[in-house]
């Protein structure tokens, strides 16, 4: 089965039975998907792309120009060790940086084919301002300032009139697309039309917003909202049981897509994560977290889980980068 993305920086091999994922030390962890430890490290790559055969499609993170994209491949089956390394010239103005900056985010994604991978990017760039002026608000008897064409405001009978501020030009983020094929045998570099490019949820909206299945895709006698897996194999219905301040607050429950049957159920904090099942086991990503328990604040990374879904008991959990820049806004 081909490797699938859990979500951006997480790539799951069913096949070898592993997720790669983007270390919050930095570097891609091999993770085991039955025990949840660690395989092997690698600070090569920064953030796993794809998976072909026995190669495991990366993006890197180290200096060099602003405007250059590094792609390494590296060896699943040795322990990580780099293969090959591809550098992609981008246009001047495109700065390929993993995390993302609160104006400003790049990514990358790899589709293998044979012994290639067409490599597809987008960049979105928008200008950084401060909290917009509110409505002009114009008293009964005064003139809106600046707008001679309109009639006094005293001519009108409501209590107050308020006129929308200007739009701002350039508003609108500048959105650069590009693709190439890399040869994952000599590592070169060859243009290539850009696939659609499909934008997925932003990382931060992981646990907020959900791939809710279409009316003609849904399973029948299945409870709604109905959400598909990332593989595209199986259901989860996810039903709220209770509230505040109940921390587990949600019940899952997983259907085979195919048959329909029932897999098992489990309850958890938030109302949606991405997720797939293998081998008896649930295995989503949550959002990062924070809560108030016994011993203190305790604060979380966002971090994949693995549930038994024949008990619904945890079973392991590893954490994964935070890419998101959750700092304040300007004001």
Known sequence: MASFELSPGVVIDPDRKQAYVMDPAGGIAAVDLAAGNDLWRSQEGAKPLTVAGDALVSQAE?????????????????????????????????????????????????????????????????????????????????????????????????????????????????????????????????????????????????????????????????????????????????????????????????FDRNTGARVGEFRTHIRYGPFFVKDGRAIYQMPPHARKTSEGLVSKPPQIEAVDLSNGKRLWSHPVRDIVDRGPRPP
């Open 62 to 254: 180290e200096p060099g120009p602003a405007n250059t994209l590094k792609i390494v491949t590296l060896n699943t089956d040795r322990d990580g060790q780099r293969m090959v390394e591809s550098l992609v010239q981008l246009p001047p103005n495109v700065h390929p940086a993993i995390a993302q900056a609160p104006h400003r985010s790049f990514t990358a994604r790899a589709v293998p084919e044979g012994g290639e991978t067409t490599l597809s990017w987008e960049f979105k760039q928008e200008t950084l301002r401060g909290m917009p002026p509110g409505p002009l608000q114009v008293l009964p008897g005064e003139a809106p300032a600046g707008v001679s064409a309109m009639a006094e405001a005293a001519d009108h009978p409501a209590a107050g009139l308020a006129f929308p501020a200007p739009v701002e030009p350039g508003a609108e983020p500048e959105v650069q697309r590009g693709a190439v094929r890399i040869n994952l045998s000599s590592g070169s570099v060859a243009p290539a039309i850009p696939p659609h490019f499909a934008a997925a949820a932003p990382a931060a909206d992981i646990g907020q917003t959900s791939p809710d299945l279409a009316p003609d895709a849904t399973l029948a006698d299945v409870p709604q909202p109905q959400f598909l897996s990332a593989d595209g194999n199986h259901v989860l219905s996810s039903k709220r049981i209770a509230d505040d301040p109940h921390w587990d607050k949600y019940v899952w429950t997983i």
